[in-house]
């Protein structure tokens, strides 16, 4: 009995890492390796792959460019949905559900419906193709979302809480900084964290926003064919490159992230 408790959780953890393993292995192979055999392990380990994209600009450019619109939109989505989440939390006004609901249908929409819209506006606001345009639509599926996630951390807060700083002389916005963020820290780590995720794996509006000066990474990859195929070992490299900031950011708020299944509205 004791055995099945730690064999089968490692069974599970290792089918979940095996797509995990297998991208790597294909990232130190030739394309003809992947093509020509099946094999457990590179035969002809090669750098090739990593080495293309520290040195062509397209690629780490393409990194670059899908970072700093993916920090910009979490940054702009957490701080909207803050005050917002605070306003649904705390106050009770005419169709404030009903409000609230509105919100949260805009997250349920797919990005397809929003991609021409928001190319003929950012195109006519000249800010199409840059990373602003990207953060900007992002917002519309990240600000529910961080709204929702805010407001169930919120209203576990006791009220007393606020009531309590006023008789002290803070502030509200002195309060709001000095003791509710921290006291719900654990819920803003959740929401960067799924707005951050969000942002990096969407592909159809940040393809569709950008062309040049701004492609990510994700368009990047789809543009790797070639008169003898796909370059499967440059996609694969890309690819491993891409779990590199997701990790990042599970470390650094993995406690808040932990905290927040556990308590909120997650």
Known sequence: MKKATWLVPTIYILFLMLPIYWLLNMSFKTTNEILGAFTLWPQDFTFEN???IFTDPTWYNGYLHSLNYVVINTV????AALPAAYAFSRYSFLGDKH???WLLTNRMAPPAVF?????QLYSAANLFDTPIAVALAHCLFNIPLAVWILEGF???VPKELDETAYVDGYS???FFVKIFIPTIAAGIGVAAFFCFMFSWVELLLAKTLT???AKPIAATMTRTASTSGY???LLAAAGALTIIPGAFVIYFVRNHIAKGFALGRV
Request: net charge neutral.
């Open 50 to 52: 990593y080495m293309t």
């Open 76 to 79: 702009i989505s957490v701080s």
């Open 99 to 101: 409000l609230f609901f």
């Open 115 to 119: 991609a021409l819209p928001f190319f």
């Open 154 to 156: 919120m209203s576990g």
């Open 172 to 174: 509200f916005p002195r």
């Open 211 to 213: 062309s040049v000066a």
């Open 231 to 233: 370059e499967l070992g």
